[in-house]
């Protein structure tokens, strides 16, 4: 299927971070090579973009799956335009509180209605 991948300003610095943390533990290379990996496992996601685990119950409509089963990739997938565009939200390495980091915002929640 075709489509784009949106990423938020959130996703492009932990990715960033996790560049830095690698660079500085191992090596610039090691770390370049780990961050496409995962930039291709996002780019995965457009060819089937509902396999990731639903997770309404920490944000309604996002997804998550994993790389290498210690990075965890939070999108949301948006076909309203008639377009495939996931919206990637969050990219956590390594035990990170990702449910409290992803979760709605406070301010968007309706259930206080």
Not at 20 to 35: G, H, R
Request: charged share 25%; aromatic share 6%.
């Amino acid at each position: 299927m075709t489509g784009r991948i949106n990423y938020t300003p959130e996703p492009e610095q932990q990715l960033q971070d996790l560049d830095d943390w690698i660079t500085k533990a191992a090596s610039a290379e090691i770390a370049q090579q780990f961050v496409s990996a995962i930039l291709d496992h996002i780019d995965g996601i457009l060819v089937f973009p509902l396999a990731g685990r639903a997770r309404d119950d920490v944000r309604p409509g996002m997804r998550t799956t994993t790389f290498r089963k210690r990075t965890l990739v939070a999108y949301e997938v948006d076909e309203a335009s008639g377009e495939l565009v996931v919206n990637i939200l969050g990219v956590l390495h390594g035990g990170q509180d990702w449910e409290s980091a992803l979760g709605e915002d406070p301010g968007d929640s309706e259930a206080g209605r």
